[in-house]
C-alpha cells in the first residue's frame, strides 16, 4: 500500500510530459464521486494499491501524477471521468423588466426542481450536471420554452477548474446516481411541491462560451 498525501504535478506540464514519454504510465480511474473525495482507497489500473490522504482544499485534477517510481520508470496518473454540464445562460433575462426577471428564474428554478437536477449558480449562468441523456435535458429546457435564456453543453472536465472544492462535490458528486426524470422529459405535475435547484453566491465572470443545445458550449480559461 502506497500512501498518496500529495500530487507531483500534472502530465501535461513540461517536466512530466516529457518524463512520462518514455515512461510506464499506470492509469488511477476514478468516476465522480471518487474524484472529490480526499480519503481513498483504490488500485490503479496495473494493480498498485494506493491509500489518498489529501488536504481537504486539495481536489484532484484528470491529469494529476500521484507516484513515481524512478528505477522502474513508472508514474501513477489520475484519470477522471466526469459527466457533461449543461450551462444555461440567463444573463439576457436579466436585462428585462424586473417583473419579466422574477417570472423566468422562478419558472426556471421550477423546472430544474421538479427534475431533481442540482444546478450551480455563478454570475449569470447555471451549471447542471447531466444526470440523464442529453436529449432529455434539452427536451424538458424546449418543453418550457423560457424566453431570453439560452444553453448549450459542455464536457465536465472543462467547467471544473471554475468551481470551488464544494461547488464541484455538488455539481460532480452525485451527478452519477440515478435521476428522478421522466424518461420522456417531462417536468412533474406543477402541483406537486418540489425543492428548486439550488444556488451559491459565488459570482465570478469567468469566460465561459455557450450555446443552444446544436452547437455545444466551451469553457475559456487558463488551461492546466
Known sequence: MILIESTLGHMR???WR????????DPLHLDQWEAQKSRLRKATEGGL?????LERNVQLRDGDVLHWEEAARRAVVARIALNDVMIVEIGPALAGPPEAIV???FELGHALGNQHWP???K???VYV???VDRKVMASVMKTHAFADITYGFAPGIEVLPYMTPHEARRLFGGAGQASHAHPQG???DQDHPHDHAQDHDHPHDHAHGHGHTDAPAHSQGPGR
Open 18 to 25: 516529457d518524463r512520462l514519454a518514455t515512461a510506464t504510465v
Open 13 to 15: 506540464a513540461p517536466e
Open 129 to 131: 450536471p447531466l444526470t
Open 119 to 121: 444546478a450551480i449558480v
Open 123 to 125: 454570475g449569470d449562468r
Open 103 to 105: 417570472r423566468t428564474l
Open 49 to 53: 494499491e494506493l491509500a489518498l490522504s
Open 186 to 188: 417531462q417536468a412533474h
